[in-house]
């Protein structure tokens, strides 16, 4: 006989023995749904709840009547079960297999304590059990009331021994801080003191007469029965949402203080074992030890118990009912960066410095940590830019170990990828937010030069994309060295270009000590002009993005690639943020200076500040800035960056109609609009390409009246650019921003947004879409800066009476 044979004996056997040992139900109305183990708790429970009808009776008087009763309500409940169609089902409610002392494994053991069964396990017969079954149990005390609750609501803890606690099973991690005494559970609450807790929502006046017309048999509930969640007799399937508990400040405080108090005890092991692990590794240099899988495992446990104690101290501190001051704390003590720093980076590089051995190891660790930190973006919505940051952070990870399915590698990189977008969205000013999008731009040489250009040229530039970039621009310059021109591309030579310039190999002395272009930088200049033509009529409508590209990274020239002493990148910070005033007499060191008493070592420190302010000189005033224009005309990269960009410039509005070249046309536009806006460099733009801009505008507008005149509508071109640049709020709701607007958002010099203009912005998949009111718009967008420039009488006019633009004489 096999296992399963013998198990069906066993269970046939046992059915057949527990037949009339069943439960006993009550019999009384309204009483249905309470079930008895055995006879004489049946007879206890009517001698109480029904004393009425007992008073005077013996016992083996009372127990004939309660069997009578019994028959009775048997009979009647036999009727309802046949008129279901139901009355050949055996009643097994009740059945157990307990009476098998060694039950037989039907499966191999897995060594893992097998789970208590949910309570979705325990069914009984269909159309047989009520809605609300209430069951006494000799194995749980009498003394406790009892409710069947889900798992995840807590209980108080008991004093009963025969109880199970959750808190004492050895299965998972206890959290090392002190607890504080839990909230018991509301249906917990509602069993003891349900005559007590007034509802908190308005409730109909039937409702009202349902529940005070099983208030007293509710108010007679009998110790040591189950209890399962109240219903709604109109909504059977529905169980009512429990009654919060409100929580006052103190009982937060204490619960974010032992949560914090656990959080450091973690945190400084975490942080001991990361630097251990990390000094073993440098000293074993190429011989690396393997660590143990259990080791692993156990290091991952600890920085998983530490990511679990931060989602406690966020939720407790963020909590809706918390204090301005509790939300604080997380902020002041940087609780979002000492999580990502001791408790997922300093592991992850761990894991990294072990590869590959602990290829599998990091998947794991990088899946628990990306889950846990989007929860937190879900649920802590006031650090919502941190958690995104960490999330493109974790996507990059995931992207970087991927070797083996390419298909895994680019779906990682687009994770990153849309996080960082979303975070760049929110931040654009951050340069370290596009410093990640270059390093996921690889293999395209031209999107990693302009990212990184990007991140230098930010409000707010990433130093440290200074060291990224020549991981593009040394293996480049490497080949150039070992190949014929034939084998390089024009954005390889472009990127030439911008490498001589990025490392000052661009310039030299000459014989009277000049300086002057090298051959580092004309050669790659001129080759990639020489093919730019015919590039952009291969490429067609790639070139609307590719332009875009060639003119940040032209730009990010004029600004030395993000060094801070560059007197173009100050001259428009100053424009964003002005300096403060001081006298003729005075400068900043003087200032600091006289806030405290001068001592002998202040005036070594202010000493040397002086000497590297006169170095540094950055002008602050009209004058210096008018004493500082010779200097800024005679440095020799930027006449390099000058040159560049407006023969490359020159070259696309040479292009006319092109509808490819409108992109560039409209940065390159942009960027001459806020120069010539500039209070101390409008100078550079003098040698400006005006001959065929000027060209292409006149070309432009012509296109635009034929255009408008084949489809029966007349272009007004005065009233066009009357207008403003951009529209004014609550005007030209139509008009939305551009898909190059958010490729030059968030540059020092692109200050010609309005604060919301990308408010009106439209969805992530729909902002770089092509669609026929994109190039009406841009068009118009040409125009109008070309019209601002004019308006300034200095480099090109616009006659009104002929709609035409012109070089304005020396």
Request: charged share 25%; hydrophobic share 35%.
């Amino acid at each position: 006989m096999n296992s399963g044979d013998l198990l069906q004996s066993r269970f046939a056997q046992a059915l057949k023995n527990q037949q009339g040992q069943g439960p006993h139900p009550c019999p009384y109305p309204g009483h249905g749904g309470r079930m008895f183990q055995d006879f004489q708790q049946f007879l206890d429970h009517a001698r109480i709840e029904h004393r009425s009808d007992f008073e005077g009776l013996d016992t083996r008087q009372s127990r004939a009547k309660l069997r009578e009763l019994s028959i009775r309500f048997r009979r009647s409940d036999h009727s309802s079960v046949a008129t279901a169609g139901d009355r050949s089902a055996p009643d097994i409610g009740g059945l157990t297999l307990e009476s098998e002392k060694e039950p037989r494994r039907t499966s191999p053991t897995s060594g893992r304590k097998r789970s208590a069964p949910t309570e979705h396990e325990f069914t009984g017969r269909k159309g047989k059990a009520p809605t609300h079954v209430e069951v006494v149990d000799s194995d749980y005390s009498r003394h406790i009331p009892h409710t069947i609750v889900p798992d995840r609501l807590k209980t108080p803890k008991s004093q009963d021994p025969r109880l199970f606690d959750h808190k004492l099973s050895p299965r998972g991690t206890s959290s090392p801080h002190p607890t504080t005494p839990e909230p018991s559970s509301a249906w917990s609450t509602d069993v003891t003191k349900s005559s007590k807790l007034p509802s908190p929502q308005p409730q109909s006046s039937e409702r009202q007469q349902q529940q005070t017309t099983s208030k007293p048999q509710q108010s007679q509930r009998q110790p040591g029965v189950l209890h399962l969640p109240r219903t709604d007799p109109r909504y059977p399937n529905l169980i009512l949402q429990p009654d919060s508990r409100p929580i006052s400040q103190e009982e937060l405080a204490s619960e974010v203080k032992s949560i914090y108090a656990g959080l450091i005890m973690v945190e400084n092991k975490c942080m001991h074992v990361d630097r251990a692990q990390a000094a073993a590794a440098a000293q074993e240099g190429e011989a690396k030890t393997n660590l143990a899988s259990d080791h692993w495992q156990a290091l991952i446990a600890l920085h998983r118990t530490l990511l679990h104690e931060h989602h406690d101290f966020f939720l407790a501190s963020q909590h809706p009912s918390s204090s301005p001051a509790l939300r604080r704390l997380a902020g002041k003590y940087s609780m979002p960066a000492r999580m990502w720093k001791h408790g997922i980076h300093s592991f992850l590089e761990l894991l990294r410095r072990r590869l590959p051995e602990s290829i599998d190891h990091m998947l794991a660790f990088i899946y628990l940590a990306y889950q846990m930190v989007a929860l937190l973006y879900e649920t802590v919505p006031a650090f919502e830019d941190t958690w995104i940051e960490c999330l493109g952070d974790l996507g990059r990870y995931r992207m970087a170990i991927e070797d083996e399915d390419v298909r895994d590698r680019e779906t990682w990189a687009g994770v990153a990828r849309s996080w960082y977008i979303k975070a760049a969205d929110k931040n654009p000013t951050v340069g370290r937010l596009y410093h990640h999008l270059a390093i996921l731009a690889r293999p395209h040489p031209l999107l990693q030069m302009y990212y990184y250009s990007r991140s230098l040229a930010s409000v707010k530039p990433f130093e440290n994309a200074r060291d990224s970039i020549k991981t593009l621009l040394d293996p480049l310059v490497e080949k150039a060295n070992h190949t014929s021109r034939e084998h390089l591309s024009n954005d390889d030579f472009f990127i030439l270009a911008h490498a001589s310039q990025f490392d000052h190999t661009s310039i030299e002395k000459d014989a009277f000590s000049m300086d002057k272009s090298t051959a580092k930088f004309l050669t790659p200049k001129v080759a990639f002009l020489e093919k730019l033509d015919i590039h952009i009529g291969r490429v067609t409508a790639k070139w609307k993005d590719l332009g875009v590209y060639v003119a940040v990274a032209n730009i990010a020239g004029w600004f030395d690639y993000g060094k801070d002493k560059n007197l173009i990148r100050h001259a428009f910070l100053q424009q964003l943020y002005p300096p403060i005033e001081f006298s003729n007499t005075e400068n900043p060191v003087n200032v600091e200076a006289k806030q405290e008493p001068i001592t002998r070592s202040d005036q070594q420190s202010a000493s040397k500040k002086r000497k590297e302010y006169e170095e540094e000189k950055i002008p602050e005033t009209s004058k210096a800035w008018l004493e500082a224009r010779s200097r800024i005309e005679k440095d020799c990269h930027l006449k390099n960056a000058r040159l560049f960009t407006n023969e490359t410039s020159a070259m696309v509005f040479r292009r006319l109609g092109d509808k490819n070249v409108f992109p560039h046309v409209h940065v390159m536009l942009a960027f001459f609009s806020n120069l010539a806006s500039s209070t101390y460099v409008s100078f550079l733009v003098a040698d400006a390409p005006w001959t065929e801009l000027v060209a292409f505008l006149n070309t432009l507008i012509k296109n635009e009246t034929r255009h408008s005149q084949s489809a029966n509508k007349k272009l007004n071109i005065d009233t066009l650019l009357a207008t403003d640049v951009f529209p004014r709020e609550g005007e030209r709701d139509d008009e939305l921003p551009l898909p190059e607007d958010y490729h030059i958002r968030g540059q020092i010099w692109a200050q010609h947004f309005p604060d919301k203009w990308f408010e009106r912005e439209r969805d992530e998949e729909e902002r770089y879409l092509e669609l026929a009111s994109t190039a009406k718009n841009r068009v118009e967008r040409i125009l109008r800066l070309a019209f601002s420039i004019a308006k300034h009488h200095r480099w090109i006019t616009f006659a009104s009476d002929s709609h035409t633009f012109a070089v304005r004489s020396p």
